[in-house]
Protein backbone atom coordinates (compact mmCIF):
# COMPACT_ATOMS: atom_id res chain seq x y z
CA UNK A 1 0.00 0.00 0.00
CA UNK A 2 2.71 2.21 0.83
CA UNK A 3 4.84 1.56 -2.44
CA UNK A 4 1.51 2.35 -4.51
CA UNK A 5 1.04 5.51 -2.35
CA UNK A 6 4.79 6.84 -3.76
CA UNK A 7 4.08 6.19 -6.82
CA UNK A 8 1.02 8.37 -7.13
CA UNK A 9 2.79 11.10 -5.31
CA UNK A 10 5.85 11.16 -8.52
CA UNK A 11 2.77 11.11 -11.14
CA UNK A 12 1.30 14.29 -9.36
CA UNK A 13 5.11 15.77 -9.07
CA UNK A 14 5.09 14.70 -12.62
CA UNK A 15 1.83 16.72 -13.90
CA UNK A 16 2.33 19.68 -11.62
CA UNK A 17 5.77 19.87 -13.48
CA UNK A 18 4.46 19.16 -16.86
CA UNK A 19 1.95 21.85 -16.28
CA UNK A 20 3.98 24.37 -15.27
CA UNK A 21 6.54 23.76 -17.99
CA UNK A 22 3.17 24.25 -20.30
CA UNK A 23 2.18 27.51 -18.73
CA UNK A 24 5.75 28.85 -18.92
CA UNK A 25 5.98 28.21 -22.68
CA UNK A 26 3.06 29.67 -23.04
CA UNK A 27 3.57 32.26 -21.68
CA UNK A 28 6.55 32.95 -23.50
CA UNK A 29 4.49 32.85 -26.53
CA UNK A 30 2.26 35.38 -25.61
CA UNK A 31 5.05 37.85 -24.83
CA UNK A 32 7.12 37.07 -27.87
CA UNK A 33 3.47 37.15 -30.01
CA UNK A 34 2.16 40.04 -28.09
CA UNK A 35 5.39 42.29 -27.49
CA UNK A 36 8.35 41.08 -29.22
CA UNK A 37 7.06 40.58 -32.68
CA UNK A 38 5.21 43.81 -33.09
CA UNK A 39 8.10 45.78 -31.88
CA UNK A 40 10.60 44.02 -34.13
CA UNK A 41 8.11 44.33 -37.04
CA UNK A 42 7.26 47.55 -36.24
CA UNK A 43 11.12 48.81 -35.93
CA UNK A 44 11.88 46.87 -39.68
CA UNK A 45 9.16 48.39 -41.54
CA UNK A 46 10.71 50.48 -44.36
CA UNK A 47 8.57 53.20 -46.49
CA UNK A 48 9.24 53.85 -50.17
CA UNK A 49 9.95 57.69 -50.34
CA UNK A 50 7.87 59.84 -52.97
CA UNK A 51 8.96 62.12 -55.52
CA UNK A 52 8.28 65.83 -54.29
CA UNK A 53 10.62 67.87 -56.32
CA UNK A 54 8.58 70.57 -58.41
CA UNK A 55 5.51 70.23 -56.24
CA UNK A 56 4.43 73.00 -54.06
CA UNK A 57 4.98 72.50 -50.87
CA UNK A 58 1.84 72.46 -49.78
CA UNK A 59 0.98 69.48 -51.76
CA UNK A 60 4.22 67.79 -50.93
CA UNK A 61 3.35 68.38 -46.79
CA UNK A 62 0.46 66.57 -47.76
CA UNK A 63 1.98 63.88 -49.52
CA UNK A 64 4.55 62.74 -47.28
CA UNK A 65 2.49 63.17 -44.43
CA UNK A 66 0.18 60.82 -45.76
CA UNK A 67 3.47 58.35 -46.28
CA UNK A 68 4.19 58.88 -42.30
CA UNK A 69 7.03 60.45 -42.62
CA UNK A 70 7.94 64.04 -41.66
CA UNK A 71 9.19 67.14 -44.04
CA UNK A 72 11.51 69.64 -42.82
CA UNK A 73 12.48 72.51 -44.99
CA UNK A 74 16.55 73.05 -44.72
CA UNK A 75 17.12 76.29 -46.98
CA UNK A 76 15.45 78.39 -49.51
CA UNK A 77 16.99 79.50 -52.92
CA UNK A 78 16.80 81.07 -56.02
CA UNK A 79 15.88 79.48 -59.29
CA UNK A 80 15.28 79.91 -62.49
CA UNK A 81 12.91 77.42 -63.63
CA UNK A 82 10.58 76.68 -60.72
CA UNK A 83 8.56 79.21 -59.09
CA UNK A 84 8.58 80.41 -55.95
CA UNK A 85 7.52 77.88 -53.16
CA UNK A 86 8.13 74.73 -55.40
CA UNK A 87 10.61 71.78 -53.99
CA UNK A 88 13.85 72.10 -55.64
CA UNK A 89 15.58 69.19 -54.32
CA UNK A 90 15.16 66.39 -51.65
CA UNK A 91 17.12 64.34 -49.14
CA UNK A 92 16.64 61.37 -49.20
CA UNK A 93 16.19 60.96 -52.12
CA UNK A 94 12.39 59.87 -54.32
CA UNK A 95 12.26 55.76 -54.20
CA UNK A 96 14.50 55.60 -51.17
CA UNK A 97 13.54 53.29 -48.00
CA UNK A 98 13.14 54.85 -44.78
CA UNK A 99 11.90 54.26 -42.00
CA UNK A 100 8.23 55.41 -40.55
CA UNK A 101 8.78 59.05 -39.11
CA UNK A 102 11.84 59.42 -41.01
CA UNK A 103 12.45 63.38 -42.10
CA UNK A 104 12.77 63.93 -45.74
CA UNK A 105 14.75 67.60 -46.17
CA UNK A 106 13.58 69.82 -49.00
CA UNK A 107 15.17 73.61 -50.66
CA UNK A 108 12.46 75.16 -51.09
CA UNK A 109 12.71 77.63 -54.51
CA UNK A 110 12.66 81.27 -53.66
CA UNK A 111 11.82 81.86 -57.67
CA UNK A 112 13.71 84.25 -59.59
CA UNK A 113 16.41 86.55 -58.36
CA UNK A 114 15.36 90.21 -57.92
CA UNK A 115 16.91 93.13 -59.44
CA UNK A 116 17.21 96.49 -60.12
CA UNK A 117 16.14 98.08 -63.38
CA UNK A 118 18.16 100.48 -64.41
CA UNK A 119 17.60 104.24 -65.42
CA UNK A 120 17.94 104.21 -69.54
CA UNK A 121 15.85 106.92 -70.41
CA UNK A 122 17.27 109.86 -72.46
CA UNK A 123 20.14 107.43 -73.77
CA UNK A 124 20.29 105.87 -77.53
CA UNK A 125 19.11 102.85 -77.99
CA UNK A 126 22.38 100.87 -78.02
CA UNK A 127 24.11 102.14 -75.18
CA UNK A 128 20.37 101.55 -73.07
CA UNK A 129 20.79 97.65 -74.64
CA UNK A 130 24.27 97.57 -72.93
CA UNK A 131 23.04 98.78 -69.46
CA UNK A 132 19.73 96.30 -69.92
CA UNK A 133 22.49 93.88 -70.52
CA UNK A 134 24.96 94.12 -67.62
CA UNK A 135 22.26 95.08 -64.92
CA UNK A 136 21.04 91.16 -66.11
CA UNK A 137 17.93 92.04 -68.45
CA UNK A 138 17.28 91.86 -72.16
CA UNK A 139 16.03 94.34 -74.40
CA UNK A 140 12.56 93.67 -75.14
CA UNK A 141 10.07 95.13 -77.56
CA UNK A 142 11.39 98.49 -79.09
CA UNK A 143 8.37 101.32 -80.38
CA UNK A 144 9.17 103.90 -82.15
CA UNK A 145 6.91 107.50 -81.61
CA UNK A 146 7.30 110.93 -82.21
CA UNK A 147 8.10 113.52 -79.38
CA UNK A 148 8.17 117.55 -79.53
CA UNK A 149 10.88 116.85 -76.06
CA UNK A 150 12.83 114.12 -76.72
CA UNK A 151 15.22 114.49 -79.12
CA UNK A 152 15.11 111.14 -81.77
CA UNK A 153 17.03 107.97 -81.43
CA UNK A 154 16.81 108.89 -77.29
CA UNK A 155 14.88 106.64 -75.51
CA UNK A 156 11.60 108.35 -73.95
CA UNK A 157 10.30 105.51 -71.78
CA UNK A 158 10.88 102.17 -70.39
CA UNK A 159 8.35 99.22 -69.29
CA UNK A 160 9.58 98.95 -65.49
CA UNK A 161 10.16 101.44 -63.34
CA UNK A 162 13.96 102.50 -62.06
CA UNK A 163 14.74 101.40 -59.23
CA UNK A 164 12.12 98.78 -58.86
CA UNK A 165 12.86 95.06 -58.83
CA UNK A 166 12.21 92.54 -61.09
CA UNK A 167 13.01 88.92 -61.76
CA UNK A 168 16.66 88.33 -63.35
CA UNK A 169 16.31 87.80 -66.97
CA UNK A 170 13.22 89.51 -67.75
CA UNK A 171 12.63 91.35 -71.03
CA UNK A 172 12.23 94.92 -70.73
CA UNK A 173 10.65 97.17 -73.41
CA UNK A 174 11.39 100.44 -74.57
CA UNK A 175 9.53 103.46 -76.44
CA UNK A 176 12.42 105.55 -78.84
CA UNK A 177 11.86 108.82 -79.88
CA UNK A 178 11.60 109.40 -83.71
CA UNK A 179 12.00 113.34 -83.15
CA UNK A 180 9.36 115.73 -83.79
CA UNK A 181 6.53 115.09 -85.91
CA UNK A 182 7.05 118.33 -88.12
CA UNK A 183 10.33 117.02 -89.75
CA UNK A 184 12.24 118.75 -92.52
CA UNK A 185 15.38 118.47 -94.82
CA UNK A 186 18.53 120.52 -94.05
CA UNK A 187 18.51 122.64 -97.62
CA UNK A 188 21.90 122.86 -99.55
CA UNK A 189 23.38 126.31 -98.41
CA UNK A 190 26.96 125.30 -100.29
CA UNK A 191 27.10 127.85 -103.29
CA UNK A 192 24.48 130.59 -102.33
CA UNK A 193 25.17 134.17 -100.90
CA UNK A 194 25.47 134.74 -97.04
CA UNK A 195 22.00 136.59 -97.73
CA UNK A 196 20.71 133.74 -99.94
CA UNK A 197 21.46 131.43 -96.82
CA UNK A 198 19.91 133.39 -94.36
CA UNK A 199 16.83 133.51 -96.34
CA UNK A 200 16.38 130.36 -97.44
CA UNK A 201 16.79 128.81 -93.60
CA UNK A 202 14.30 130.84 -92.65
CA UNK A 203 11.97 129.77 -95.46
CA UNK A 204 12.79 125.69 -93.79
CA UNK A 205 11.79 127.03 -90.21
CA UNK A 206 15.81 126.77 -89.02
CA UNK A 207 17.75 128.89 -87.20
CA UNK A 208 21.44 130.29 -88.69
CA UNK A 209 23.87 128.75 -85.68
CA UNK A 210 27.92 129.83 -85.71
CA UNK A 211 28.89 131.35 -88.42
CA UNK A 212 32.67 131.11 -89.43
CA UNK A 213 34.64 132.49 -91.84
CA UNK A 214 37.85 131.66 -94.29
CA UNK A 215 39.67 132.52 -97.32
CA UNK A 216 39.01 130.10 -100.25
CA UNK A 217 40.35 131.40 -103.79
CA UNK A 218 37.77 129.64 -105.38
CA UNK A 219 34.70 131.18 -104.52
CA UNK A 220 33.71 134.89 -104.24
CA UNK A 221 33.76 136.55 -100.96
CA UNK A 222 30.50 135.87 -99.07
CA UNK A 223 29.74 132.64 -100.26
CA UNK A 224 28.53 129.62 -98.14
CA UNK A 225 31.36 127.02 -98.44
CA UNK A 226 30.40 124.39 -95.37
CA UNK A 227 27.42 123.67 -93.20
CA UNK A 228 26.39 121.54 -90.70
CA UNK A 229 23.82 119.60 -90.67
CA UNK A 230 24.93 118.37 -94.22
CA UNK A 231 22.43 118.86 -96.67
CA UNK A 232 19.37 116.78 -96.96
CA UNK A 233 19.93 115.37 -93.45
CA UNK A 234 16.11 115.01 -91.40
CA UNK A 235 16.10 118.33 -88.77
CA UNK A 236 12.95 119.13 -86.81
CA UNK A 237 12.16 122.66 -86.90
CA UNK A 238 14.35 125.07 -85.05
CA UNK A 239 17.28 123.08 -85.93
CA UNK A 240 20.34 125.13 -85.48
CA UNK A 241 22.67 125.27 -88.65
CA UNK A 242 26.10 126.50 -88.83
CA UNK A 243 27.94 127.56 -91.77
CA UNK A 244 31.22 128.24 -92.72
CA UNK A 245 31.71 131.67 -95.25
CA UNK A 246 34.07 132.76 -97.57
CA UNK A 247 36.32 136.25 -96.83
Known amino acids: MEKSS ?7 RLLIVFVAYSLLIYG ?6 RVFLPNIVSGSATIEVPKITGMSFGDAQKIIKNK ?6 AKEVYNESLPAGSVVTQLPVAASTVKKGRYI ?22 PASINLMQAGFELGKVSLEFSETVAKDM ?15 NKIDIVVSKGSEKQTKVPTLIGLSYLEAIKLLHESDL ?17 VVEQSPNPGETATPETVINITVTK
Open 155 to 169: VISQSHKPGSKIPFG
Open 207 to 223: ILGTVSYRSDGTFIPDV
Open 28 to 33: LYLAID
Open 6 to 12: GGLNRIW
Open 68 to 73: GLVIEV
Open 105 to 126: FVTISKGKELVQVPYIMGLRQR
